[in-house]
């Protein structure tokens, strides 16, 4: 730990409604005097809006940092590192910084690659989870993700193989599919599987679909998919 330097806490914020963020994140939040949001293509601001719905941001320093959604290594290295400089000069100043993400820290986050560095370096980090998308969507179609030694499976959208994994025994859940929602439904259906899906869980435009049949191709990027357990 780096003598004198502020402490960074990554703090999962739930999927989408304020009332699924633990006391524990509300608490930290309150306490930080700077708060770092991810802005990207897809979740644009949406963690800084659930926030927004629980705590009082009006003295914050509010701290935005540019996550490209590309697949090009050098330019995210090169991002990963700007967003770490960004936060460690508030470190350096000796004040906390409460480092945010939709769902949990440690389930497909975009904060890691930055902490990471961080944590390297010296810096304090502390890690503080957060309702998973996918539990909170389960939830929303009323149904378990699991029963007695039964397997759970999590893909993200860019899976390609979904043939390969209906294949495994359990439930499966495909999310952030974002464009790739489309094959993913078709693929779901040509094998005949059951599935359900749920689109911005707790947002105030979620909308939950019992049968895959009719959910939209077009789907937004929060669209999570729940298989049934294959017997």
Sequence with gaps: MKKQAGTLYCIGVGPGDPELMTLKAQRLLTQCP???????????TMALDIVKGAVSLAEKDILLLDFPMVSDAEILRQSHRRQAEAIARHLDAGQDVAFITIGDVSVYATLPYASDLLAGEGYEVVMIPGVTSFCACACALGRSLTEMQQPLHIFPGSFTDVKDALSLDGTKVFMKSGRQIGSVKKALLEENVKAAAVVDCGLATQAVYPSLA???EDAGYFTTVITEAKP
């Design 34 to 44: 700077v708060v770092a949001s991810p802005v990207t293509g897809g979740e644009k």
């Design 214 to 216: 009719a959910l939209p």
